[in-house]
């Protein structure tokens, strides 16, 4: 593919150019048979001589033109105005239920804190009046200097 360079080398020859010839493809039975299509042209093949002598021959390649971009299509204000309404609507939802799940669990704290300062009231209650009777600590009130004895008054 490349001359071989050596001393004995002959100078440097002209570069061939070579032209390609069109492949008809085989006809297959199962398959629609393929029609060849022929170009306007047939483009030509340039070889160049590189400065160690090799020769490169090829075709002259345009470079390749990207896709052009598609617009996206336009999203209507309405369906932009929806969207966000739902988002906004689950959002609102959410914190409903947690600003009702915290309230309850409030209220359940209070109402324990309740019954327990009912419960330690009632016990320190009990036991002043039935705690122990070996001191006699009481207040006698006289009521317009009466006396109560079984229910009855006395004066």
Known sequence: MYPEQSAHAPALRAPEVHHPAPVTPAVTPYAAPLVPVQ?????TVASVVLPDGRVVTGYAVSPVQPEPVVAKP???????????????????????LMLTT???????????LVILAAVLFGGF???????????????????????????????
């Not at 999203?75 to 409903?96: E, T």
């Open 39 to 43: 170009l306007g042209a047939v483009p």
């Open 74 to 96: 336009a999203v209507s204000r309405a369906a932009v105005n929806v969207a966000l309404g739902g988002i906004g609507f689950l959002a609102v939802s959410g914190g409903l």
């Open 102 to 112: 915290f309230i309850a669990a409030l209220t359940a704290l209070i109402t324990q």
């Open 125 to 155: 209650t009990a036991l002043q009046v039935l705690g122990s009777k070996s001191h006699k600590s009481g207040t006698t009130v006289h009521i317009r200097k009466a006396v109560i004895k079984r229910n009855h008054f006395h004066g």
